[in-house]
């Protein structure tokens, strides 16, 4: 039975071939094989929105790597992260895919499944939260797009420079998921598994909430060895593509 395969924070970038050629393995050897592929967030390092689709011939080469992929049969999902928060329809009709709202459902195996980037439960860095909010705000999108795609670069680099410094000072504690948010997105959502990514911890944690036992499942990075997870014959693998043939 072909599987369903679920990744996240590829974030892909010219500056970073060896990441690229990785992805361009796993789509031969695994997704090519898959009746789907979730990108739950980060598949890029950044995107200042779809019009670099203009200009930028690596954007340009993913999108028609992802669309041979979808052409040859393989549905492919894409979720917003943090990243690539400005991911349009432009990008998924040049992609061949399909935009997911953060969170979604997916019905797999007879179960709901949950599927999220993750950041929202990261709710112990309220500096974070607070600029989520802002750059999720349509109106700040709308005013951030009507800028030269050059000066959107420039801020974005800016923001990345001053992401990077201010995690210096933080824990990793406070960037992973807070366990009370983790329990309320179970409860809102009736779900009994969930699937994220953002944190780049890797694991497979089971709870109980309410007397029902739920899992989470996160999602590795693809700075070090690149992996998902993958469904397939009714049974769930966390997988690394890196070391596999």
């Not at 009746?35 to 028609?64: K, M, N, R, V």
């Amino acid at each position: 039975m072909p599987a369903s395969l679920f990744i996240s924070d590829l974030h892909l970038s010219a500056s970073r071939p060896d990441i690229t050629q990785r992805f361009a393995d796993f789509l031969r050897q695994h997704a090519s094989q898959a009746h789907a592929l979730y990108i739950l967030g980060d598949l890029f390092e950044f995107w200042p929105g779809d019009d670099i689709l203009d200009s930028d011939p690596f954007s340009q080469h993913i999108c028609t790597t992802l669309k041979q992929l979808a052409q040859a049969g393989t549905r492919i999902f894409v979720m917003h992260g943090n990243r690539d928060l400005l991911l349009g329809e432009r990008f998924c009709t040049a992609a061949a895919a399909t935009l997911l709202d953060d969170p979604c459902r997916v019905e797999l195996g007879g179960k709901s499944i949950c599927l999220s980037h993750g950041d929202v439960l990261c709710t112990d860095d309220v500096e974070y939260q607070a600029f989520r909010r802002q750059v999720h705000s349509p109106a700040f999108q709308a005013m951030f797009l009507q800028k030269p795609l050059a000066e959107r670069i420039a801020m974005i680099e800016g923001m990345r420079r001053r992401s990077e410094q201010a995690q210096q000072g933080k824990s990793p504690e406070i960037m992973d998921v807070n366990a009370a948010a983790v329990e309320a997105f179970f409860r809102q959502h009736g779900c009994t598994l969930l699937i994220h990514g953002h944190t780049h911890r890797p694991a497979q944690h089971e709870l109980t909430i309410d007397g029902a036992v739920v899992q989470r499942w996160v999602l590795p990075d693809w700075y070090t060895t690149g992996g998902g997870l993958a469904f397939a014959a009714g049974r769930w693998q966390l997988l690394n593509y890196r070391t596999e043939p």
